[in-house]
């Protein structure tokens, strides 16, 4: 975790934000504080426009709404999000995490707990960024598979080749232009479609 994090705040109540923010400028002097809301309405702009490294969120309870603008976030700029609520219930806590918070602690937050809760969040951050990137590594390689077959198929149907044949040919098609057998095979594919 960087020494120095910039942090965006949200608290619903202006008691609990003054008293976290004033907690956390004295016992965690090393992070900036660039922005505090009293809501999670447009938050994915917010973070588009601030560029926090993490979200500390004080609610009563994670409504339909903010884990709405949660997700909108985690879509479009994720970051590791800590939210400190008042609801216990394992639903409230559960619909965070799926929505994309990091770390969930229920009450109030003493000093000693909140640099821990930030290194959690970015660690189980990065984790989940981790098996995200390879998801959608895994699924564009499941895509480019899917389209070679097809590629392959339709070159073994109209030109009468065997199937090691119209491998070889998309083979070479990529060698001779220098790109991914993929790339060829997309060619091909969208040309047919025209």
């Given at each position: 975790?960087?020494?120095?994090?910039?942090?965006?705040?949200?608290?619903?109540?202006?008691?609990?934000?003054?008293?976290?923010?004033?907690?956390?400028?004295?016992?965690?002097p090393?992070?900036?504080?660039?922005?505090?809301?009293?809501?999670?309405?447009?938050?994915?702009?917010?973070?588009?426009?601030?560029r926090?490294?993490?979200?500390?969120?004080?609610?009563?309870?994670?409504?339909?709404?903010?884990?709405?603008?949660?997700?909108?976030?985690?879509?479009?700029?994720?970051?590791?999000?800590?939210?400190?609520?008042?609801?216990?219930?394992?639903?409230?806590?559960?619909?965070?995490?799926?929505?994309?918070?990091?770390?969930?602690?229920?009450?109030?937050?003493?000093?000693?707990?909140?640099?821990?809760?930030?290194?959690?969040?970015?660690?189980?951050?990065?984790?989940?960024?981790?098996?995200?990137?390879?998801?959608?590594?895994?699924?564009?390689?499941?895509?480019?598979?899917?389209?070679?077959?097809?590629?392959?198929?339709?070159?073994?149907?109209?030109?009468?080749?065997?199937?090691?044949?119209?491998?070889?040919?998309?083979?070479?098609?990529?060698?001779?232009?220098?790109?991914?057998?993929?790339?060829?095979?997309?060619?091909?594919?969208e040309?047919?479609?025209?």
């Amino acid at each position: 975790m960087p020494d120095a994090l910039k942090i965006l705040v949200i608290s619903q109540s202006k008691r609990r934000l003054d008293d976290l923010l004033a907690t956390m400028a004295r016992d965690l002097p090393q992070h900036h504080f660039i922005g505090r809301l009293d809501r999670a309405i447009d938050l994915p702009r917010w973070v588009e426009e601030l560029r926090p490294d993490t979200i500390i969120m004080d609610i009563d309870s994670p409504s339909r709404d903010t884990l709405e603008q949660v997700c909108a976030m985690s879509e479009a700029t994720p970051r590791p999000i800590v939210m400190l609520s008042q609801d216990n219930s394992p639903e409230a806590m559960r619909s965070a995490i799926n929505a994309g918070v990091a770390a969930y602690a229920v009450s109030g937050i003493e000093a000693e707990r909140l640099q821990p809760l930030l290194q959690l969040a970015m660690v189980r951050f990065e984790a989940w960024q981790a098996m995200h990137d390879d998801m959608l590594r895994a699924r564009q390689e499941l895509h480019e598979h899917k389209l070679v077959e097809k590629a392959k198929r339709y070159l073994m149907k109209v030109e009468k080749l065997g199937e090691e044949a119209a491998y070889q040919a998309l083979r070479r098609e990529a060698m001779t232009h220098r790109v991914r057998i993929a790339d060829v095979a997309r060619l091909l594919m969208e040309n047919i479609a025209r």
